[in-house]
């Protein structure tokens, strides 16, 4: 059902302002719509009009009239198919539509227009779903609207009198907690709560018996049957009146005996299986209703199990406030209560830690004390194994059919009490029971059959000329003009005009009877017309004998009878109205939207009632639309076919209206008129009657209101006419579905009108009849048809229907016309067939149709194509429902259809679920394949177990069978509200939410005990993956959500991570142990490492990928999983570096394996790389990256020593060519500069070279060969390196600075120093170390030689780079060893005071004394020369000890470069023993200007003077002229040391300086820094 919404907004005409006052007039299919008419060339009229309609193939006719004096005229027609108008929720601007002229008829229908017209108009018309309340509204209706359903009870059969009655805990929940509640039309209308009040088909209880251990004793087939063999449960509302006429239960509901009203029986339920829910199985929900106003919980009625006996008792009731007040649970209470999926599982966990503990207990008997929590597991070597048995894709079985909730069966026996449950609430109704009443309208009904209205004589009007004033019978106007005035009927003489002969109702026959019998000397033609009716009636008889017999088998009468019935109702036919009469009580109440005729925009309306020719009139109400007369006329009626002509004026008191009085009788305003048949009006009725026009050329709006009580002489406690067609309607209904097998029959009827078709011939010939007899309005007609459809709206086609019948009552009350200001709701309240009741029709339907919606996989089985449609009409009904609620009740916030239909479904869903989840291994077996091992699995163990996760397996199949048949049958069908119900969508997250809730607790219980093995768990987890991306993932409210589920099974997760750990490392040392064996040849031709590697990374790849797999959309899980992995990939690898180290050096012999395996350690780091990046790369969490970095560092320290141990063993082989290089560079003689300007001397020394260098060459070349072959590009650099660095060291150490032959260099200068007395034997080791100091010569030969290493070991870039090479601090100490052979002795002097800095080290940790040192620095401005003056103050605290004189004298020593000229040293006078003597002296200094102070340094020696020998040296301190430049002068003390402290720099210049025999500054240096004072001397 599609609500298209039209706003007519304005329009732009062509012509002048005051040539137009126009009106809209909008038509679809039979509904018409009227805009008020607006003056003027631009009128903007801004008015809202709705249409229902399910036909998207009709066109909207839009016509633009314009009022005129006698006629109006159209001005334009726009027809717009409903196919191309949009959908839309809001309003839009509208659009300028251009009016044609002429309209196009296809098959009589309009097609489309043609001559376009310059007038336009804006409309604005959408598509739209009924109503969009704001929760606000919605919220303050629900405080005002206080309506609950509560449940009755139930009466149940006795399946099984051995079982044992229970009933749900007082405090327990029913499974539909969270439908909501509907509501009643109309809150102001008291409604009685006494009765019951729905069908027997709509709403079944909850029951399960139980045994005392926990378990049911019951067979599932036999708890099945018993399910579906409940009665339903009887909904008491102390808000609605009961459809007491409309349909009862089926049986009556019972409680048990000895329990009052509102206190449910004390009982306690358990669950049918391990972890079962408490709901129903199979069965209707239970609507457990929450408060909107409070949040309090309105508890269910009790729902006991009763014998037979107990059923026949009277019924009765529960109060919904007693039982909230008495047997619910407060909102506290229930709060506390642990939530049902956590009860579900208590039973199962407690029997099955009883089962743990004396397992456990059994095994530690058994191991002696010893348990093992994975003995049931597979081994932890079989890897294989261990990961096959995890499915990263599992496959889902297709089922073989749908999944009813109950069996065919059951649907049978539940259709049969459905149509049983019909039967009984149509007996029951007053009308069906009534035989008084029934008498009455079988009567009355062969009166209107046997000469019906349809049939009556017509009159035969001639013109006709009036000779004296004359009135017309229907208007009463005079006929005008001087001839010709009107038409008079040649049978029966009535006068009328021309116009008003077609609004003549009155049968000729009849009325030339009752003329002729009141005349004198008129019997033969009255016995004529007489008998022209007896035989009209005869012929009737004859030809429609169908319809009286139909009549005698509803109403049960005899033949006798009927036939006696019949020839009286003939005669009283044939004596018309003359023996008839009847009183009437006629009050004027109001009326309403009055047609404006006075120029101040209002009227002043009286009224007059004329029946017959007694006319009586109101009083005038001044300026008022919405006048209240509330007055009462008194009338005797002697004529049935009378009328009551009730007409509304508008006084007026001016010259006009007098002038206009003396012309004719009507000198006032025409305001409208309603005219009634007597013979229509019985009993009582408050009704409003339209004012409809008398001419054309009236204007009139607006609906007066009528209090008409008639008595009719013999008839004075008969019921109303509608009263009677009630009765008719409701017995000739309930024998055609009686005859027709208790089911209704559709009948065949198209077309627009083809609503009004209630039944075939000749019902419904009887029930037009009986309505055109005595004025019963169609509308009347079909509100009566719909309550009769109300009982049968579970047939098949019956919910189409209605829905259309709803929707044309609907149409009819909704669609207000320009000739009526009157509300829907109002049109409404004035309806004969009584607002409360039809209200109360609707709400009990809605009522029903939600919990016959809430079951729909029970009742609209997707196996059942016709069901499926009646399902699509059950919920466009209840669209109807709801707009009629909206539009004609005018309730501001009607309960949403579209909500309503989703709660249903998802409360459908709810016990979907239950019911697969306590049946689920029945379930299994009968839609997949029979479980063989079923037989193996116990009866408790069925449902979940902590044993076995196959339970989960199984109901998984079933959930997604479920959702699929949602998505592929009910979908399609239940698409009327595309935005708020997708049903597969719907169906995908209902079943989730409700599975989720229960493997949550599952894995939670399962982490405690951990009884399955975790492949299982594994398994499992895919499984659950699976579901949630196929169908959950894209759902609302999930779509674009992190899933929990990957938090439940973490544990799990990481457990199996933790086997994974010891899975691998025991794969690593298998392969390892194998890779051994083989002597870790290389595991292909192309590859340079061995089969170990490519083990492990393969058992490490095939771990991850299991993880990967999982797909985990949760980005703090996977940090964990990632962070696991990495620790795992961690302990591998580093077990096999370690085990690799451990065993590296017995390889080292064999270069080839020794090669292989730190091939293997660098395909440790690659294939770490490749890990990395498949985990994430930069993306990866740091933690987890971090332990991957440090572990690739680890490895690489691992190469690194490897690669060192490696090179460290060829090092003897190194050392010994480097010798034999050495021995040939010696031999190369020439002494002076030479000059490699020459290209000549270039190759000779080139060739000299080559030779020199030949020995380490040959044994490079034969070992990088091989190398180059069985290395990796990678392993082979660390190992040049490591030899470059060896190469190198060598040949620093071995030819450049070779060591001293006995002692080293500094014990070799420092006795030389010491024994200056025996300077030969001094000059004679030097000479000896001649032989090991570098020619010029040697030294361009080394340096070329250099350079062939290096381009040897670059290797054309295939080797180390040429920036390593060259920045190699070993080639840099090298190259600078041979530098110091060629630099000056002021420049080796200058380098070494720069860079021996911490030359007083020894006075500080082992001080001899200290000297009081004064020193000033001055630059002459002029020259920059530098003169230092130092100034010795005193000495103090000198440890020596002698037994003869101590003479301390201080001798200070300037060192630098260019002072070969200037005086180097100054001594102070000595001080005869004292060891602290001043002396006060002060010595100068000239340092020149080619350098600057920071190359100098003071030497202060303090000596003990000795006469014949050398002095002793007492100690020795260094001041270095940098530290006083800034300040320009320095006095302190200084700590005398034994000796000077040098590093390696310091020795090889000084070594280097020892051999230059010829310098006397570099003797003088060498000595002064050598000298050391001598333990010797201490004693």
């Given at each position: ?378 081994p932890m070597g079989n890897a294989e194994h261990f990961y096959s048995n995890i499915d990263a894709m599992p496959e889902i079985m297709k089922r073989k059919k749908s999944i009813p909730l109950v069996s065919e069966l059951a649907m049978s026996l539940a259709a049969m009490k459905r149509q049983q449950g019909i039967h009984s609430a149509m007996a029951t109704r007053s009308s069906l029971n009534d035989e008084e009443l029934k ?200 004529n049935s076919s009378d009328r009551i002509k009730v007409r509304v004026w508008d006084e007026d008191d001016d010259f006009k209206s007098k002038l206009k009085q003396k012309l004719s009788r009507e000198s006032d305003d025409f305001l409208g008129q309603t005219i009634i048949e007597v013979r229509t009006l019985s009993g009582e009725m408050d009704v409003w009657y339209n004012l409809d026009k008398r001419t054309d050329r009236s ?881």
């Amino acid at each position: 059902m599609s609500l298209l919404c039209i706003c007519v907004r304005k329009a732009r005409l062509v012509g002048a302002a005051e040539k137009f006052q126009t009106y809209v007039t909008l038509k679809l299919q039979n509904a018409k719509s009227t805009t008020i008419a607006v003056k003027g060339n631009s009128p903007s009229w801004e008015q809202d009009f709705i249409f229902e309609t399910e036909r998207m193939d009709m066109c909207l006719v839009v016509e633009l009239w314009n009022k005129g004096m006698l006629w109006d005229s159209l001005l334009g027609t726009v027809v717009t198919p409903l196919q191309n108008i949009p959908q839309s929720y809001e309003e839009g601007p509208g659009g300028w539509y251009s009016l044609d002229a002429e309209v196009l008829m296809k098959n009589d229908v309009i097609s489309g227009t043609k001559s376009p017209t310059n007038h336009q108009i804006m409309l604005d018309m959408r598509f739209e779903v009924p109503y969009n309340i704001p929760d606000e509204e919605a919220f303050l209706l629900q405080q005002k609207l206080e309506a609950f359903n509560a449940l009755a009870d139930q009466e149940v059969p006795n399946v099984d009198a051995e079982l044992q009655q229970r009933v749900r805990p007082p405090g327990q929940q029913s499974m539909s907690d969270d439908v909501d509640s509907d509501y009643t039309s109309d809150g102001n209308v008291p409604y009685d709560s006494q009765q019951n009040n729905i069908s027997a088909h709509q709403c079944r209880g909850i029951y399960q018996a139980h045994s005392p251990d926990g378990f049911t004793d019951q067979s599932p087939e036999i708890f099945l049957q018993e399910e579906r063999e409940q009665n339903v449960l009887s909904l008491q509302n102390e808000d609605f009146q009961p459809m007491d006429d409309l349909y009862h239960d089926a049986c009556d509901a019972r409680l048990p005996q000895g329990q009052e009203s509102g206190h449910p029986p004390r009982a306690t339920q358990t669950n049918k299986t391990t972890g079962s829910r408490q709901s129903l199985v199979g069965s209707r929900q239970s609507l457990l209703l929450d408060s909107p106003v409070n949040g309090s919980r309105i508890s269910s009625a009790t729902v006991s199990r009763q014998s037979t006996a107990e059923s026949e008792q009277p019924p009765s009731t529960v109060s919904p406030r007693e039982s909230d007040k008495d047997g619910a649970l407060t909102e506290e209470e229930s709060s506390e209560s642990p939530t049902p999926a956590r009860l579900r599982w208590q039973n199962a966990i407690a029997k099955v830690r009883l089962q743990i503990r004396q397992e456990k207990e059994a095994e530690i008997e058994r191991t002696g004390g010893r348990t093992s929590h994975w003995s049931g597991l597979l081994p932890m070597g079989n890897a294989e194994h261990f990961y096959s048995n995890i499915d990263a894709m599992p496959e889902i079985m297709k089922r073989k059919k749908s999944i009813p909730l109950v069996s065919e069966l059951a649907m049978s026996l539940a259709a049969m009490k459905r149509q049983q449950g019909i039967h009984s609430a149509m007996a029951t109704r007053s009308s069906l029971n009534d035989e008084e009443l029934k008498q009455h309208v079988y009567k009355k009904t062969l009166q209107a059959l046997i000469y019906p209205i349809s049939s009556t004589t017509p009159h035969n009007f001639e013109m006709w000329t009036a000779t004296t004033p004359t009135y017309c019978y229907e208007c009463e106007g005079l006929l005008w003009g001087i001839a010709r005035q009107g038409v008079r009927c040649t049978e029966c003489g009535v006068k009328c005009h021309e116009k008003c002969k077609d609004l003549l109702n009155a049968d000729c026959l009849q009325r030339a009877a009752e003329k002729a019998s009141s005349k004198h000397g008129a019997e033969d033609k009255t016995q004529n017309i007489i008998s022209a009716m007896r035989d009209r009636m005869k012929i009737r008889e004859r030809n429609k004998p169908e319809i009286f017999e139909l009549i005698k088998e509803v109403f049960s009468v005899d033949k006798t009878s009927h036939a006696g019935h019949m020839k009286a109702v003939k005669q009283s036919v044939l004596d018309g109205t003359s023996k008839w009469s009847a009183k009437l009580a006629i009050s004027v109440v109001s009326a309403q939207g009055l047609c404006p005729k006075d120029k101040t925009g209002t009227s002043d309306p009286y009224v007059t009632v004329q029946v017959g020719r007694v006319k009586k009139r109101t009083r005038t109400v001044i300026q008022d639309l919405n006048p209240v007369w509330d007055e009462k006329f008194y009338f005797e009626c002697h004529n049935s076919s009378d009328r009551i002509k009730v007409r509304v004026w508008d006084e007026d008191d001016d010259f006009k209206s007098k002038l206009k009085q003396k012309l004719s009788r009507e000198s006032d305003d025409f305001l409208g008129q309603t005219i009634i048949e007597v013979r229509t009006l019985s009993g009582e009725m408050d009704v409003w009657y339209n004012l409809d026009k008398r001419t054309d050329r009236s204007s009139v709006s607006g609906a007066i209101r009528l209090r008409i009580s008639v008595e009719i002489k013999g008839e004075e406690k008969v019921a109303s006419y509608y009263a009677q067609y009630t009765c008719l309607h409701e017995n000739l209904f309930h024998y055609l579905c009686e005859k027709n097998g208790g089911m209704y029959k559709i009948p065949d009827a198209k077309g627009d009108d083809a609503w009004k078709i209630y039944f075939d011939e000749p019902a419904q010939e009887i029930v037009d009849e009986f309505a055109m007899r005595y004025g019963i309005e169609s509308i009347y007609q079909a509100m009566t048809h719909f309550s009769c459809l109300c009982s049968k709206y579970m047939c098949p086609g019956v919910p189409a229907l209605m829905s259309t019948l709803l929707a044309n009552i609907n149409a009819f009350y909704a669609h207000t016309s320009a000739s009526t200001n009157v509300s829907a709701s109002d049109r409404f309240a004035a309806s004969n067939f009584g607002k409360e009741r039809f209200v109360k029709l609707l709400d009990q339907l809605h009522n029903s149709l939600r919990i016959d919606l809430s079951m729909y996989r029970n009742n609209f089985p997707a196996s059942n194509p016709e069901k499926l449609g009646d399902l699509k009409s059950t919920v466009d009904l209840l669209t109807s429902i709801t707009f009629f609620r909206m539009k004609v009740q005018e309730l501001q916030s009607p309960p949403r259809a579209g909500t309503v239909v989703k709660e249903c479904v998802k409360a459908c869903l709810k016990s979907t679920y239950q019911y697969i989840f306590d049946n689920c291994y029945e379930l299994h077996e009968r839609e997949f394949a029979p479980d063989k091992d079923k037989d193996k699995v116990p009866l408790e163990e069925r449902g979940p177990s902590l044993k076995s996760l196959d339970f989960w397996t199984k109901l998984i199949n079933l959930v997604v069978s479920v959702i699929d048949e949602d998505k592929a049958s009910y979908t399609p069908v239940l698409n009327q509200f595309p935005s708020e119900l997708n049903v597969g969508e719907l169906s995908a997250a209902t079943m989730w939410e409700l599975f989720s809730q229960d493997i949550k607790f599952a894995l939670e219980e399962h982490d405690q005990h951990r009884l399955c093995p975790v492949t299982d768990y594994m398994n499992l987890h895919f499984r659950v993956k699976w579901l949630y991306n196929e169908y959950v993932a894209k759902v609302p409210p999930y779509k674009g959500t992190v899933p929990e589920y990957p938090r439940w099974y973490e544990p799990f997760v990481l457990l199996w991570l933790t086997e994974n750990d010891k899975v691998s490392l025991e794969y690593l040392h298998g392969a390892l142990d194998r890779d051994r064996k083989d002597g870790f040849q290389q595991s292909s031709e192309h590859a340079l490492f061995s089969c170990s590697v490519v083990d492990v990374f393969t058992q490490l790849n095939q771990s991850f990928d299991i993880v990967k797999k999982l797909e985990c959309p949760d980005p703090e899980v996977t940090k964990h999983y990632m962070k696991r992995f990495a620790a795992t990939v961690n302990t591998v690898l580093l077990e096999y570096a370690n085990i690799v180290q451990k065993e590296f050096d017995q390889y080292c012999a064999e270069e080839k394996k020794a090669c292989v395996l730190m091939n293997n350690i660098q395909q440790l780091r690659v294939q770490l790389e490749k890990v990395f990046e498949s985990m994430g790369g930069d993306k990866l969490d740091p933690e987890a990256g971090d332990i991957l970095k440090e572990l690739q560092v680890k490895l690489n320290n691992v190469l690194d020593e490897l690669s060192q141990v490696f090179a460290n063993s060829l090092e003897p082989q190194i050392k010994e060519a480097v010798v034999s290089m050495g021995n040939q560079l010696s031999k190369i003689k020439g002494a002076g500069n030479i000059s490699l300007n020459q290209p000549s001397a270039r190759n000779n020394v080139a060739q000299e070279a080559d030779v020199v260098i030949k020995p380490l060459m040959d044994l490079l070349d034969k070992n990088l060969t091989l190398f180059a072959k069985v290395c990796e590009k990678t392993v082979l650099k660390r190992i040049l390196k490591e030899l470059w660095r060896i190469v190198m060291n060598t040949m620093e150490k071995t030819v450049v600075l070779p060591p001293l032959t006995d002692i080293s260099g500094s014990q070799l200068l420092l006795s030389a120093a010491k024994e200056l007395a025996h300077f030969s034997q001094f000059k004679q080791d030097m000479n000896q170390e001649d032989a090991k100091n570098l020619s010029p010569r040697q030294c361009a030969v080394l340096d070329s030689a250099l350079d062939t290493i290096k381009q040897y070991f670059h290797a054309g870039g295939n080797g180390l780079k040429k920036t390593f090479l060259e920045k190699s601090p070993d080639l840099q100490s090298l190259k600078y060893a041979l530098s110091l052979y060629t630099q000056t002795t002021d420049t080796l002097i200058k380098t070494f005071v720069q860079t021996q800095t911490q030359q007083d080290q020894p006075s500080v940790d082992d001080p001899q004394g200290e000297v009081s040192i004064q020193v000033d620095l001055f630059t002459h401005p002029g020259t920059g020369e530098h003169k230092v003056t130092v100034k010795v103050v005193a000495a103090n605290d000198l440890k020596w000890q002698t037994t003869g004189m101590f003479r301390p004298f201080v001798e200070v020593n300037l060192i630098g470069p260019h002072l070969s000229d200037k005086r180097r040293k100054h001594s102070t006078k000595s001080k005869s023993n004292n060891w602290s003597p001043k002396y006060n002296e002060t010595f100068h200094f000239i340092l020149g200007n080619e350098d600057e102070p920071d190359a100098f340094e003071l030497h202060i020696c303090v000596k003990d003077y000795c006469f014949a020998r050398e002095d002793r040296l007492i100690g020795v301190a260094v001041m270095q002229l940098r530290d006083i430049v800034e300040a320009g002068s320095c006095a302190c003390w200084c700590a005398l040391g034994r000796n000077v402290h040098l590093d390696e720099t310091g020795w090889t210049i000084l070594r280097i300086l020892s051999q230059r025999s010829n310098d006397e500054v570099a003797k003088e240096f060498v000595k002064l820094k050598s000298e050391t004072r001598s333990d010797m001397e201490l004693g």
